[in-house]
């Protein structure tokens, strides 16, 4: 498969999201619990390589793309988290989830390469959260304040220094900024 | 057991302003007189750390950085009836900052059977053995504020080890901090803060006690960081020197930053290895790590000194003897800061400093010029150099009339993506290396791999501290594995070689028989010392991911090793080992001894 075939493919697949779980859309607006549970998971699976703002960039995770720049909607993000990115360091958060389905990729296909497999799995519940905490929380926020820091880190951290000083008002200008 | 740092005792002490007042505290307590009965450790007994065969004083065992003891109860004979003699659940494994767990890489040290043993967020312990059973006598818990630290290390939750002098355990924190501690009780004599994780700058490298001064490396090589090595003066507490790895404007060697627009200020060369010291000489052998930022090298045209190179400093001034650098212009992450091992071959009388660098050959120089001697690829595949000039020392593509090296595979501006064997972490990465002086081997716990490497071009300007700067980053497209490769310094030929299911994350302990050695699955291994057969082995139920030490106490020698998979591979690498997955985080220390 060419590469123009093949992304054309996962932009159909972003406009049909074939997840298997329930559309999170579906869902209604997330309680607090859901953000909390989103975030943790966001701590401990998304932040090593989109970084605790969300903003992506370098780093040996690879380059990861902004999450507060994305224009995918929650049901298209958690089918990234689900099966992960063909060809990047973005990895898939379930096992089979090719043999299922993804981005109507078919599993037998050579000329993919296919996402590693993350360390941590997740359940549906769990993408759903993290996919949550993505779009209500790091989505379209523009650049990061220091009110998202301390939500973030708590708000005596060190971490925030630089925003209480003022010295971290451009963040992103070495940012990957598409999305696909 | 007892913690005697208070929070608010070390957060009045944070600020370096305040170091006067902290070293008054220091000689009201730290610096007074040892107890009559109390032994210190000199500068003395460092030199000749050897002459105590069932210590182990120092972070590689000698200031020669062999790793290597004359114990000689436990033997190839016998070494199948090793077992457990004791174990002791150590802390540390908490996350913070984009951790999810620490680990444990710190060799312990041993004095007249107290050992010394710390984890990976800096906590100091120190554990009787006498008796054939373990007994924490304190632990020192800096407190250390785990998310500060732990959002501006590339590589994990480390802290490889303390160090001995006077009456006090001098001990490094990821987050910067320098720390006495008094060896009798465990309360802090005094703090002085060295690096600054608010430039990205951490510490996890042990101490180098050198005379009466701490030596200290930085670690923050994917954050932009300037490097440096830098000496304190235990009596004082006042900094001696600090030596950076990158020359400022118009200072020998920037002109081999050939960028305008001040590409060397964030240019790297951490220093995060501890380094060996040849006594004689009064020289320091150090070695630093990648410039910045790691793959986009079009964006620091130029060899950019000193980074990826062998310092030879002056112990008492920090200048700079002579350097040798190993990968100029670096795209691969090439960091050369493996420890430099100080061998005198008896029959030329050739002084070498030899090690294994990451970009998969191993170094011989003459150690009291810098000179090349020779260089020999210890790993299975290299791809990005057709070799090592046998006359001049550099990779066979390089040419000093190039701003941009021409290397094999490198990824680029106008080809992003590029394969590199090794991969980024090095033909050998941080765990180290020992030396059998009777046979001249050198073992080397070896990485086998390639991996992929993509660039994102950087922009002036764009560096944001505490952000990553790395210029793109690694992928894992293939297995990665293992091997021990057996060195013969006198030849520079590769004597034996074993290959292994996993790469070595934990460095090897040789004495006159025998290497030890842990896998990140799990296993401790004994191998003969000139075969590599594999004699015995054990389960430790998690990953090593720290190197083996012995010693002896009540007339017992004992193999002992901290065990917690921890590092950069969980996070980053894991996909290239994925049985690994598998193994739990963990903070045990186990001790071996022979059983009937």
């Given amino acids: 498969m060419n590469r123009v075939a093949f992304f054309a493919i996962l932009l159909l697949a972003a406009q049909l999201p074939s997840a298997p779980v329930a559309s999170a859309t579906e869902q209604g607006a997330p309680s607090s619990r859901v953000l909390r549970q989103g975030k943790n998971i966001y701590k401990q699976s998304c932040a090593g390589c989109h970084k605790w703002h969300g903003d992506g960039g370098g780093g040996y995770g690879g380059a990861a793309l902004s999450l507060r720049t994305t224009h995918l909607d929650q049901d298209q993000i958690m089918e990234v988290v689900r099966c992960g990115r063909p060809g990047t360091g973005m990895p898939q958060h379930t096992p089979k ?46 650049t990061p304040s220091l009110t998202d820091c301390e939500d973030y880190w708590g708000p005596a951290s060190h971490n925030c220094r630089d925003y209480r000083s003022g010295s971290s008002s451009d963040r992103t200008s070495n940012t990957p900024k598409e999305d696909h | 057991m007892s913690d005697f740092v208070q929070d608010n005792i070390w957060r009045k002490q944070m600020r370096s302003t305040r170091l006067a007042a902290m070293f008054a505290v220091l000689i009201a307590a730290g610096l007074a007189p040892a107890l009559a009965d109390e032994k210190i450790v000199t500068g003395e007994r460092l030199v000749n750390a050897d002459k105590e065969p069932g210590n182990w004083l120092t972070h590689h065992k000698n200031y020669q950085a062999h790793r290597y003891s004359s114990l000689s109860e436990i033997t190839s004979a016998n070494v199948k009836k090793l077992k457990v003699a004791w174990t002791m659940a150590l802390g540390g494994i908490e996350g913070g900052g984009m951790w999810s767990h620490g680990g444990l890489e710190a060799t312990p040290l041993a004095e007249d059977g107290y050992l010394y043993v710390t984890d990976g967020w800096g906590s100091v312990y120190k554990i009787g053995t006498h008796g054939g059973k373990p007994k924490l006598i304190w632990k020192m818990d800096p407190k250390t504020d785990r998310d500060w630290a732990g959002a501006v290390t590339c590589c994990g939750v480390d802290n490889r080890g303390a160090a001995l002098w006077q009456n006090l355990v001098i001990s490094h924190v990821i987050d910067g901090r320098l720390i006495a501690t008094k060896k009798d009780t465990g309360e802090v004599s005094w703090i002085a803060e060295l690096a600054d994780p608010e430039k990205g700058e951490t510490i996890t490298a042990a101490p180098l006690i050198v005379k009466d001064m701490a030596i200290t490396g930085v670690a923050g090589g994917e954050f932009g960081i300037r490097g440096w090595v830098a000496a304190t003066d235990l009596k004082t507490g006042k900094q001696l020197w600090r030596t950076y790895t990158v020359p400022a404007k118009g200072e020998p060697g920037s002109e081999s930053w050939k960028d305008d627009y001040n590409a060397a200020a964030t240019g790297g060369g951490p220093t995060w290895v501890t380094g060996s010291y040849d006594a004689a000489t009064n020289t320091i052998f150090w070695g630093t790590g990648n410039p910045g930022p790691d793959w986009d090298h079009e964006y620091r045209p130029g060899d950019n000194l000193f980074t990826n190179s062998t310092l030879a400093l002056d112990a008492d001034t920090g200048k700079l003897k002579w350097y040798f650098q190993h990968t100029p212009n670096d795209p691969f992450d090439y960091d050369s800061v493996a420890e430099r091992v100080l061998i005198d071959l008896p029959d030329s009388g050739k002084k070498m400093m030899v090690l294994a660098d990451r970009n998969g050959f191993a170094y011989a120089l003459d150690r009291d010029q810098g000179k090349f001697m020779w260089a020999t690829p210890f790993v299975n595949r290299v791809s990005w150099t057709k070799g090592i000039d046998p006359k001049t020392g550099k990779p066979l593509e390089y040419d000093p009339q190039k701003s941009i090296q021409p290397y094999l595979g490198a990824p680029s501006r106008t080809n992003l993506i590029g394969t590199a064997c090794p991969g980024n972490m090095g033909g050998k990465n941080w765990p180290p290396t020992s030396y059998n002086p009777n046979l001249h081997l050198l073992y080397i716990p070896v990485i086998e791999s390639c991996n992929q490497l993509t660039v994102t071009p950087t922009k002036p300007g764009s560096h944001k501290a505490k952000e990553f700067f790395t210029g793109g980053g690694p992928k894992q497209h293939e297995r990665i594995t293992g091997s021990i490769v057996a060195l013969d310094v006198t030849s520079g030929k590769i004597a034996k070689k074993v290959e292994l299911p996993f790469p070595m994350l934990g460095g090897i302990l040789a004495t006159p028989d025998l290497i030890f050695s842990g896998h990140p699955d799990g296993k401790l291994s004994a191998y003969d010392a000139k075969t590599l057969e594999e004699l015995w082995s054990f389960e430790t139920g998690s990953g090593v991911n720290a190197p083996p030490i012995t010693f002896s106490v009540d007339g017992k020698q004992y193999i002992a090793v901290a065990v917690g998979l921890g590092g950069a591979w969980p996070k980053w690498f894991m996909d290239s080992t994925p049985e690994l997955k598998n193994i739990q985080p963990g903070s045990v220390l186990y001790a071996f001894a022979l059983g009937d």
């Fill in chain 1, 97 to 142: 989830a090719y043999e299922e389905k993804c981005y109507g990729i078919s599993i037998d296909d050579p000329d993919i390469e296919f996402p590693m497999k993350a360390n941590t799995m997740l359940s549906p519940d769990e993408m759903a959260a993290v996919s949550a905490y993505v779009t209500n929380i790091l989505q379209g926020k523009g």
